[in-house]
């Protein structure tokens, strides 16, 4: 049975939307007193609602100052993704070992879904297909720690509407990236579903760090650099 959502999940989802559409902009501020009058609950599921926000890096808890939205830096989308690198390229190996037939089916349909929403030019279907790639090959790994970690890492760029999707790149670029990770995947090839999944992840991440860089950031093109060094020293 299906448990029924609080009201913390009920502010949580609310403000969510609100910081994703812009509504609460970055760089604003707002207590948790007024955040509670506006959404017309007690300031406790508020409180418990900021407090999820902040793990999921879309605001900071300022001490008599309330709340603040965070914008995203390019130190940021820089941070995430060495962590991505870190859990997903290994799992992407994994998968190609570990993946069964319900697994691999899944894959397989889920890249063709991708190609149907980027000939259509659906933004939001695409986006939604490409949460759950990267949630496939992680659940492949048949460890749930491993998925919810991969998903909030994911969730603390694209959740503030920062994405590549129609922007510095099409969605046919994209979805031609996933093809060789999920093919790689299919042919039990654990070496190139690996370098398949880095090549994906270091483009995103470069082009994402170009985009919300400000003048006076520079997006070092080896970033990834010392991440593939130790990855390829743990695969040693």
């Known amino acids: 049975m299906t448990a029924r959502p609080t009201a913390t999940d009920r502010v949580f989802a609310l403000l969510r939307e609100r910081i994703v559409g812009g509504d609460l902009a970055a760089g604003s501020q707002h207590s948790i007193y007024r955040l ?17 926000l902040a793990d999921l890096g879309l605001v900071e808890i300022e001490r008599n100052r309330g709340v603040r939205v965070r914008s ?18 290994p ?12 697994a691999r089916a899944a894959l ?29 090959v992680a659940a492949a790994m048949r460890n749930p720690r491993l998925e919810a970690e991969v998903a909030r890492l994911r969730d ?6 920062v994405s ?7 969605l046919s670029e994209v979805a031609g990236e996933h093809a060789p990770i999920a093919d790689a995947i299919l042919r039990a090839e654990p070496a190139e579903a690996a370098a398949a999944m880095a090549g994906h992840l270091e483009r995103t991440a470069t ?6 860089a400000i003048p006076g950031d520079e ?16 695969g040693e």
Do not use: C, Y
């Not at 007690?42 to 900021?50: G, H, I, K, Q, Y």
């Open 164 to 170: 590549t999707f129609g922007r510095s790149r099409p």
């Open 219 to 234: 997006v070092d093109e080896h970033w990834a650099a010392d991440v593939r060094a130790a990855l390829g020293a743990a």
């Open 36 to 52: 509670a009058e506006q959404l017309e609950v007690s300031r406790t599921p508020v409180r418990e609602a900021v407090l999820r």
């Open 156 to 161: 603390s760029i694209q959740a503030r509407g």
């Open 108 to 136: 397989a349909s889920n890249v063709e879904a991708m190609r149907a929403h980027a000939r259509t030019g659906s933004e939001a279907d695409f986006t939604a297909v490409d949460r759950d790639f990267h949630a496939l």
């Open 207 to 212: 082009l994402l760090m170009r985009q919300v």
């Open 91 to 102: 799992a992407a190996a994994g998968a190609a070992v570990k993946a069964d037939d319900t």
């Open 72 to 89: 995203v830096t390019a130190a940021d989308v820089r941070e995430v993704f060495e962590l991505r690198l870190l859990l997903e390229v």
